[in-house]
C-alpha cells in the first residue's frame, strides 16, 4: 500500500568523515594489508519516506510515518532515488541505472556507502551513544516477542551523530557482498568485481543483541524489497591522505593438533533408557510443527543461478521451490564423470559456499577443507547436493527469517521447517535420471549435523547419515534457540530425547562423530540406548577424534570410508 505525505522538501543533512589509513588482516590469506578510505560525507539519517517521496512520488514501506526510515526497497530502487537526489541537487549521475555499475570511480554525487565507507562511519560515529540507544529489539539470545507488535520509528529521536547506524532498518551498501573479509583493493575497497548478492549492514529493529548478530552485516539479493531493509547515502570528498610504506607481515596458523579415534567408552554410564521398539515419528513431528495447506504431489520447481567449476569439478546452483514462492538454494556437483545411476550425499549447512569448498557468494564461507564434505563426495564419484539453511534465504537474518515463518506458517519451527524442505529437496532429486533412489545419503557438521539427525529420523528414503558434533542430547547444545525450537520444545513429552531420533533412524546406518565439544564420551549412552534396534554393529557407528568441534581431516577420511561401505 502507498502512503503519501505533504512535505516541503528539504536537503538531507550529512555527516563528513575525515581520509582514514587502517590496518586489516585479509580473511583469504591471514595477511595484514593496509587499507586507505579517502574522505566522505555519509546522511545523518536513514532516508526518510519524507524525502524519498518528495523525490520519487511514492512510499513503498509497511510501516508508516513522515520520519521513519523508507523501506521495501530494492538496491536498485535505493541507486535510482541516489541519482534522482544527485539531479535535484544539480550534481553528476554516479550510476547506471541499468546495470548498477558506478559511471566513474571519482563520482562528484550522491550514491551508497561502501562496504568499508559504512564500517568507518560505524567505528569512528560521532556519538557514542548510538549503540546503546539504538533500537535492537529484544536483549534476549532466544526472542519469544510478538514480532507484528514491534516496528521501524522515527530517524531523529537521537540527539546528534550519524544516527541509527544500528537498529531500526538495514541498510544497503554498494559492494557485492562475500564471505571472506578480503580489502579488495586495497585503495577505497569496493569489494567483489561481481556477486549475487549485496552488502546490508546495521540490523533491523528485529535483530537481537547477540552473539550471533556479529558484524551487522549481512546480505540481501540487489532486487529484494524487504520491511527490514533501506539505505543511507554519502558522498565522495576530494580529501585524502598518502598511504605509509606497505608492509607483508604473514600471519602464520599453526595446524590443529589430533589424536588417534577413540573406541567407544567400555564402562560408560548407562543415564539413558534402553529403547526396546520404534519410537513415535509423529510426536516428534507435531511437536516441531509441519507447513500446512501444501502438497507434496508433485516434485518442485527449480531454477538455474549459475554454474561454477574448478580443475576438478563441475557445478551449478539451483534453486528449488519448497513452499509456494519460497525459495531455497542447492549446489550440485557430479565429480568424476561415471556410468549410470549414482548414489548422491546431500550436505546441508548455513550456505552452501563451504560443503562445495568454494566461495560461491554466499553468506559464509569456512576455509577449513575437513568440513568440505560435498566436494569430498563428489571426489569419491557420488553426486553431492550443498543445500542452504533456510535462515539464511527467506530474510536478512535469523530474526527476520523466523517473523516471516511465523507468519506464514504459525507453529512450525525452525527445525519443522527444515525437515519440510529437506522432503521436498529429495522429492526432486528421486526425479533425476543419474540419480539411484536407493542409495541417498546426509552428512552435516554442527548446525548441518543436527539438519541431518533430523531429516534423517524423519524421512527414511534417507539411507545413511553422518552427523558431526551437532549434540546428541537436546542439552548438549542450543537446540532451544528460537531458530531451532524455540517454543515448540515445551511441545515434547519429559524424557523426549535424540536417542529417539536414533531408533527412528534404525535399521538405516548413521554415523556421530564426536570431538568432547558438543559431543563426547558423555553421547555413548544415547548410542548405547538405540544400538538395538541396529541389527549390524556397524550401521550406528562411533568415531571420538577429542580433538573439539571442528574434525581433523584424519576423522573426516574415516567417516568418508565408512559411508563408502554403506553406499556402494
Known amino acids: 500500500m502507498l502512503v503519501a505525505f505533504f512535505a516541503v522538501f528539504t536537503a538531507i543533512d550529512f555527516v563528513a568523515f575525515p581520509p582514514s589509513i587502517s590496518e586489516v588482516v585479509d580473511g583469504s590469506t591471514g595477511m595484514k594489508r593496509t587499507t586507505r578510505v579517502d574522505g566522505f560525507e555519509i546522511s545523518r539519517d536513514e532516508i526518510t519516506q519524507r524525502d524519498y517521496q518528495a ?39 554516479c550510476y547506471d541505472t541499468a546495470t548498477g555499475e558506478r559511471i566513474r570511480l571519482k563520482c562528484k554525487g550522491y550514491r551508497l556507502p561502501t562496504d568499508a565507507e559504512w564500517l568507518r562511519a560505524f567505528r569512528l560515529r560521532e556519538d557514542a551513544t548510538n549503540l ?37 532498518v538495514w541498510e544497503w551498501c554498494e559492494d557485492w557482498f562475500r564471505p571472506i573479509s578480503s580489502p579488495w583493493p586495497l585503495d577505497n575497497p569496493r569489494g567483489a568485481l561481481r556477486g549475487l548478492t549485496r552488502v546490508i549492514r ?10 550471533w548478530s556479529r558484524s551487522l552485516r549481512s546480505s540481501l539479493e540487489p532486487n529484494t524489497r524487504s520491511a527490514y531493509t533501506g539505505f543511507r547515502l554519502v558522498r565522495g570528498s576530494n580529501q585524502s591522505i598518502p598511504f605509509p610504506p606497505l608492509a607483508f607481515d604473514t600471519v602464520a596458523a599453526p595446524l590443529p593438533k589430533t589424536q588417534q579415534p577413540q573406541q567407544p567408552p567400555e564402562a560408560a554410564p548407562q543415564v539413558v533408557p534402553a529403547l526396546h521398539s520404534k519410537p513415535s515419528l509423529t510426536k516428534w513431528l507435531t511437536a516441531m510443527g509441519e507447513p500446512k495447506g501444501i502438497s507434496r504431489a508433485n516434485p518442485p520447481r527449480v531454477r538455474a543461478i ?63 577443507p575437513s568440513i568440505w564434505f560435498a566436494r569430498h563426495a563428489a571426489q569419491m564419484g557420488y553426486i553431492a547436493v550443498a543445500v542452504r539453511w533456510f535462515g539464511e534465504s527467506d530474510g536478512e537474518r535469523y530474526d527476520e527469517v523466523i517473523a516471516n515463518l511465523r507468519k506464514r506458517q504459525p507453529g512450525v519451527s525452525g527445525l519443522g521447517k527444515w525437515v519440510w524442505d529437506s522432503k521436498r529437496l529429495i522429492d526432486y532429486l528421486q526425479t533425476l535420471p543419474n540419480v539411484d533412489k536407493s542409495r541417498i545419503a546426509m552428512v552435516g557438521h554442527s548446525l548441518g549435523g543436527k539438519m541431518t539427525l533430523y531429516a534423517a529420523a524423519t524421512d527414511p528414503r534417507i539411507h545413511a547419515a553422518v552427523v558431526s558434533e551437532p549434540g546428541i542430547s537436546l542439552k548438549f547444545s542450543n537446540y532451544d534457540d528460537y531458530w531451532y525450537w524455540g517454543g515448540n520444545l515445551a511441545k515434547l513429552p519429559a524424557g523426549s530425547d535424540h536417542h529417539e531420533l536414533l531408533g527412528l533412524i534404525a535399521p538405516r546406518a548413521i554415523l556421530l562423530i564426536a570431538g568432547e565439544d558438543s559431543d563426547g564420551d558423555k553421547s555413548w549412552p544415547f548410542l548405547e540406548s538405540a544400538r538395538g534396534l541396529f541389527p549390524r554393529k556397524l550401521d550406528l557407528g562411533w568415531l571420538n577424534h577429542k580433538s573439539g568441534h571442528t574434525p581433523p581431516v ?3 577420511g574415516q567417516a568418508m570410508d565408512w559411508l563408502r561401505t554403506k553406499l556402494n
Open 55 to 93: 523525490i520519487t512520488g511514492r512510499n513503498p514501506s509497511a510501516h508508516v510515518g513522515p520520519t521513519f526510515p523508507v523501506e521495501n526497497v530494492s538496491w536498485f530502487d535505493a541507486i535510482r532515488f541516489a541519482n534522482a537526489y544527485s539531479t535535484q541537487q544539480k550534481t553528476e549521475l
Open 132 to 168: 546503546a540507544a539504538a533500537n535492537l529489539g529484544l536483549e534476549q539470545t532466544i526472542n519469544p516477542a510478538p514480532f507484528d507488535k514491534l516496528s521501524t520509528r522515527a530517524v531523529d529521536t537521537i540527539p546528534k551523530g550519524v544516527r541509527d547506524l544500528v537498529g531500526n
Open 202 to 211: 546495521g540490523g533491523s529493529f528485529l535483530t537481537t543483541r547477540t552473539s
Open 306 to 368: 549459475q554454474t561454477f567449476q574448478d580443475p576438478y569439478l563441475d557445478g551449478k546452483i539451483m534453486d528449488y521451490e519448497s513452499e509456494p514462492g519460497i525459495w531455497e538454494r542447492f549446489a550440485m556437483i557430479d565429480g568424476p564423470r561415471n556410468v549410470g545411476r549414482r548414489p548422491v550425499v546431500i550436505v546441508p549447512y548455513y550456505d552452501v559456499d563451504t560443503p562445495v569448498g568454494m566461495d560461491l557468494g554466499g553468506r559464509g564461507f569456512n576455509l577449513t
Open 554 to 556: 584424519e576423522a573426516i
